[in-house]
């Protein structure tokens, strides 16, 4: 059978997709005023109410009047690929997937609902097709997201655009509001960024996007949500390269759009553990890095503008060497304090001491008013082909670019622009002041990590920063690390230059454990390496440069998180912290990852200090401090 026909499918009744293993159910229907809808159960809980689908083209309405025309057969998905850049080095994708087709006016271009039902979440994308062969353009989503009652969500407020520092955001640097309320409006009256993470009853949602082409603008939630029903929106009206670029979503036919995508389950595990963004984007363009990832040294996070100079960096690279990190990241105006030649020798000698130089760049400077150097050499092809060129020449592995200026179409052809030629000159790409990763570290393994959280400088500006790390930190686990390789820039045991860190050292140390990202930047400096105990000092170095596999211990978001991570040669570190002003009783089966035996590493008398001894038996049992840590060292 093809398809049903279009009076056999009205007289179906709703249309269903089940994950594998049935846990995951999707119902599809049609109002009566031809509004194609969806809702999903887990497990016979309900997770979202009847929701709707549908785009408002500038030509024509497709949210409403529509009828089902036909529904193709069930058919199964298998993807089996691998990563370097994130929470899992081999990735196993299993859904069922079944494509509705809707009519409506006669000769408006046609919607398809593409769904992808797997045991970890639910997957649609918008297909529109017709004989037109004029550009066509989406004014608007008919998506929604219907929370039942009772939800609660950890949402980050979506910034306004052409706020903040020189007017850079939206930059996804805001705190998750915590545990809210379903359908509270945001305090910025932009809306809430994705991803988003909702608690239904005993079952949670994780709001996404994934699959994110050339063709579309990156969106987020809607500013309003009545009775918990959360709309999908667009960038707002500067969010574009250039005033003539597209802000919102236009091609030609046939269109697909990105993935709208729902992880879910009973537990914590399938939002800290799946690869569904990743899973739902395109293979890799070209080939796979699998030496790339690694750790950095990086000296702006404590040092400031002020030390990006050629005698400090050379102690850096010197720092990383000894370390056994992979890269040195140097950071802005490195062009006007140290000088394009100078960087050269640096890079000459960081080779010579098996490290990579990464450089920083800003991504433009024409939308934003932020002053630090190299900038206005990226965004044209010709001068951003040229800079690239050089930068190989020189002996530079990759850059740092920052200061991007939003969602709108133009900006996701920007970025990918950037790592396309990124990829053919051979540099590495790690995007800050940036929108979420979306999968494209899949689709382009040039790109090492993005930064698209308020991440380690922040408590280095305000006091109010600092004391809100411990929270912060226990959020992000399940949040916006969950979507991806993030930047954050942990761990430092130094004190802040005229603050006070709230965070234990081992609450730190954690960090490096706890966070995932392809490179990761370490904010601690060498002075403050080297006055740790010889033994934390050796764990740091015999971190893995990359991690194979992660497993979700432990946690409440904004409360505490324990997570294992497997190292390449099969061994499990495990990483916890808590958030909290009070005691955190944690238990860990060490049985359960094949740990029989290691180190473990946490508080000591003071929050400045460690304690380690050996670890026994099959239970790892303790109590965390407040805003405390601890690692398992296998």
């Not at 093809?2 to 229907?29: E, F, H, K, M, W």
């Not at 250039?242 to 537990?267: H, I, K, N, Q």
């Not at 951003?384 to 939003?406: H, P, T, W």
């Not at 409360?559 to 860990?588: C, F, H, M, S």
Request: glycine residues 10%.
């Amino acid at each position: 059978m093809l398809g049903l026909s279009i009076s056999a499918a009205q007289a179906a009744g709703p249309i269903r997709i089940s994950s594998p293993n049935g846990a995951v159910q999707v119902t599809v229907d049609v109002t009566a005023q031809g509004q194609p809808t969806y809702a999903v159960r887990y497990r016979q809980a309900e997770l979202l109410q009847p929701s709707r689908l549908g785009l408002r083209l500038a030509s024509a309405d497709l949210t409403q009047g529509l009828h089902l025309a036909k529904a193709d057969p069930q058919t199964a998905v298998a993807d089996d690929y691998q990563l370097a850049t994130d929470k899992r080095a081999n990735c196993r994708y299993r859904a069922n997937r079944r494509v509705l087709h809707y009519a409506g006016r006669v000769g408006a271009p046609t919607l398809s609902v593409v769904f992808q039902v797997s045991d970890d979440g639910v997957a649609f994308q918008y297909l529109i097709e017709g004989k037109s062969v004029e550009v066509q353009k989406v004014d608007a989503e008919g998506t929604t997201f219907h929370l039942p009652a009772g939800a609660k969500g950890w949402l980050h407020p979506h910034a306004v655009a052409q706020t903040g520092f020189a007017n850079t955001q939206p930059s996804y640097e805001e705190y998750y509001e915590k545990g809210i309320a379903a359908g509270t409006a945001s305090p910025l009256g932009q809306g809430w960024s994705f991803p988003a993470l909702f608690e239904v009853g005993k079952n949670w949602v994780l709001l996404t996007e994934a699959g994110m082409g050339r063709s579309y603008c990156g969106s987020h939630l809607a500013h309003q949500s009545p009775a918990g029903e959360y709309t999908v929106a667009f960038p707002q009206a500067p969010e574009k390269t250039t005033p003539d670029a597209a802000l919102l979503p236009e091609s030609r036919l046939p269109w697909r759009t990105p993935w709208r995508v729902l992880v879910v389950g009973s537990s914590l595990a399938p939002i800290v553990e799946s690869t569904l963004t990743t899973d739902l984007s395109a293979p890799a363009q070209t080939a796979l890095l699998p030496e790339a990832p690694g750790k950095s040294s990086w000296s702006w996070v404590l040092l400031g503008d002020q030390n990006t100079t050629y005698d400090v960096q050379r102690r850096f690279i010197d720092y990383s060497a000894a370390m056994g990190w992979r890269y040195c990241l140097v950071d802005a105006l490195w062009d006007k304090q140290i000088g394009y030649d100078k960087m050269q020798e640096l890079a000459q000698y960081a080779r010579s001491k098996n490290v990579g130089l990464l450089a920083w760049y800003n991504s433009n400077g024409h939308w934003n008013e932020a002053p630090q150097t190299p900038t206005n050499v990226l965004f044209e092809a010709e001068s951003r082909r040229k800079e690239f060129a050089r930068l190989k020449q020189m002996g530079i592995v990759g850059i740092k670019v920052d200061f991007f200026g939003g969602d709108g179409q133009s900006f996701m052809n920007y970025y990918q622009d950037l790592l396309t030629d990124g990829a053919q000159a051979g540099l590495l790409m790690n995007f800050h002041g940036a929108t979420i990763p979306r999968g494209w570290n899949r689709t382009y393994p040039n790109l090492m990590t993005m930064e698209a959280v308020k991440g380690f400088e922040f408590l280095t500006f305000d006091q109010r920063n600092t004391d809100q790390e411990p929270t912060h930190c226990a959020t992000l686990p399940f949040t916006r690390n969950a979507v991806g390789p993030m930047d954050f820039t942990p761990m430092a045991f130094s004190e802040i230059r005229g603050k006070q860190r709230r965070t234990s050292n081992a609450f730190e140390l954690a960090l490096s454990v706890l966070f995932q990202s392809g490179i990761q930047h370490y904010a601690e400096v060498p002075e403050g390496m080297a006055s740790q105990p010889a033994y934390v000092q050796d764990f740091v170095k015999k971190l893995p440069p990359r991690w194979s596999d992660v497993k979700y211990v432990a946690g409440y978001p904004g409360q505490y998180a324990v997570l294992a991570r497997q190292g390449p040669g099969g061994k499990w570190y495990v990483a916890g912290i808590n958030g909290t002003d009070v005691p955190q009783d944690i238990e860990v089966d060490l049985s359960k990852l094949g740990i029989t035996g290691g180190a473990l590493i946490t508080d000591g008398d003071t929050n400045r200090s460690f304690r380690t001894q050996a670890l026994a038996g099959n239970t790892l049992r303790l109590t965390l401090p407040a805003r405390g840590g601890f690692v398992v060292q296998p």
